[in-house]
């Protein structure tokens, strides 16, 4: 699909701003958007050329007119269909498009078409970057600004699978790529019975438990002779994406006993992979008991501008997508990655919570000339161990060597320990019995006596001579560069 002609000029002298300039006020958002955004999306047209042929086949819908509906279409959180009637019909977006008053509309589908050509062409985040621009030039955000960091999870657009699904579904795509790599006379002489099984035939929902179970390890045993067969083929066959996929989903479902024969796993692992035809997808959780969360997708970083003052707005800095079962930790340097690759320079204060914090991450940020702000990790170690004896409970001084419990009692001893192969620091905290009589008149500590606790610390030098001591805000650990760095307390 080619390009329509491109015509600035002659789209402002016929747009509805034009016709009818008093029809919005300056500070209404289609009439910003009109004056602010718009240009910069207009500039953007060459990359979006990019997109498509140049010469071949009749002219499409202007590029620079759908990123703006996509723009639109995230604000006002509306789907394609509509979108198409807004544009058709509402005079506030035929303003911010810069278009005719008369302007048609156009099939939902074209926006369908377009979001695979930018994603195809790698330019996902273009039209998060033109808003970006245009809230930098208005001085919204800084090229250095306080942010925060948080994640969150996305749902992945696939349907629920059972592990029998997902095995035959995979069976049929590998089977359906190999179809055109291998000739008749090249396939093996299953073929034709794989293909019935497969791609011809569908699973029977209704049918006994039992057999399903015989189908499930019917599919396995047919992913194993259907793999076998491949290995002596050349790469281009053996190392095909479908039939990778299809050797990746046996080794998650399946395990071989030592009698040869296939068995259908019993306990799944996180990250395996939901449906094929999606493979990104994978299964996670988060949290414990009535807090825990499950989902099937991928998680995403998302960092924001902290407001200086309660009347100004928040905007997002940056989002980065990872695969659902990634870590928070993992996250931090993805997210300066890409602030960095979309002109932004590093955060003066990055507040985070205790996912993000490490003696290494607050080292780093202090050696970039940044603060790295958060609680510490709490101790995940010791899950059922009551508030008063965890680490967020107790106030902390490495160069002081000194701990303060709940109650206002000072620690009587300190020691450091130093494992001899690792090289790891550790501080031990004993209290003396003063404390322990106060503390076992409670029923739920008579099984946690003695008290004491470790502090774990990096073995950088110039990161274990910083001085202030730790200050307790809601039973966690306010962890900046000018703090001791720390890791978690082991018990």
């Not at 019935?196 to 929902?205: A, G, M, N, Q």
């Not at 189908?215 to 067969?229: I, S, V, Y």
Request: proline share 4%.
């Amino acid at each position: 699909m080619s390009l329509p002609k491109f015509d600035l000029q002659g789209f402002l002298f016929e747009s509805l701003g034009s016709i009818a300039p008093d029809l919005f006020g300056e500070k209404d958002k289609y009439k910003l958007f009109a004056t602010k955004v718009w240009p910069l999306l207009a500039g953007c047209r060459e990359e979006l050329a990019q997109c498509y042929q140049p010469e071949n086949g009749r002219p499409g819908i202007e590029p620079v007119v759908l990123l703006g509906v996509l723009i639109f279409q995230f604000m006002e959180r509306v789907p394609d269909r509509q979108a198409v009637e807004m544009v058709k019909y509402h005079l506030g977006w035929k303003l911010a498009l810069n278009l005719k008053l008369g302007a048609d509309g156009f099939h939902p589908t074209t926006l369908v078409h377009f979001r695979q050509r930018l994603l195809e062409a790698g330019k996902s985040g273009m039209a998060f970057g033109v808003v970006l621009k245009a809230l930098e030039e208005e001085g919204f955000i800084a090229k250095r600004s306080r942010q925060r960091l948080d994640s969150t999870h996305i749902l992945g657009a696939v349907a629920r699978m059972s592990a029998l699904e997902c095995v035959r579904e995979t069976l049929a795509v590998a089977l359906d790529e190999l179809e055109g790599k291998l000739t008749k006379d090249q396939r093996p002489e299953f073929w034709e019975e794989l293909w019935e099984r497969y791609v011809e035939s569908k699973l029977d929902y209704k049918s006994a438990e039992e057999t399903l179970q015989s189908k499930r390890r019917q599919a396995g045993a047919d992913c194993l002779r259907l793999l076998e067969w491949l290995e002596p083929l050349g790469a281009e066959v053996r190392e095909a994406k479908g039939v990778a996929l299809l050797r990746k989903v046996l080794s998650q479902q399946y395990e071989v006993q030592q009698s040869g024969q296939i068995e259908p796993v019993k306990v799944h692992a996180s990250g395996i992979v939901q449906k094929p035809h999606d493979a990104d997808v994978e299964w996670s959780a988060k949290g414990h008991g009535k807090e825990k969360k499950e989902w099937k997708g991928y998680e995403v970083q998302v960092a924001e501008t902290v407001a200086s003052q309660e009347d100004q707005s928040s905007f997002i800095a940056s989002d980065v997508t990872q695969r659902a079962t990634e870590s928070d930790d993992a996250g931090l340097p993805a997210t300066l990655q890409k602030q960095k690759a979309l002109g932004l320079g590093l955060p003066s204060e990055l507040y985070t919570d205790g996912a993000y914090i490490s003696g290494r991450a607050i080292k780093e940020a202090k050696e970039a000339g940044w603060q790295l702000v958060g609680p510490a990790q709490p101790s995940a170690s010791r899950v059922r161990l009551a508030k008063e004896y965890r680490i967020e409970a107790f106030d902390i001084s490495i160069t002081e060597r000194k701990a303060v419990c709940p109650d206002g009692k000072t620690s009587t001893n300190c020691s450091k320990l130093t494992e001899e192969k690792s090289g790891k620091v550790t501080y031990r905290f004993e209290f003396g019995a003063n404390v322990i009589a106060a503390r076992i008149k409670q029923p739920a500590s008579r099984a946690l006596y003695p008290i004491a606790r470790s502090l774990s610390e990096p073995t950088t030098k110039s990161c274990s001579s910083d001085g202030a001591i730790n200050r307790v805000k809601n039973f966690s650990f306010e962890c900046t560069n000018e703090t001791r760095s720390k890791e978690p307390l082991a018990s």
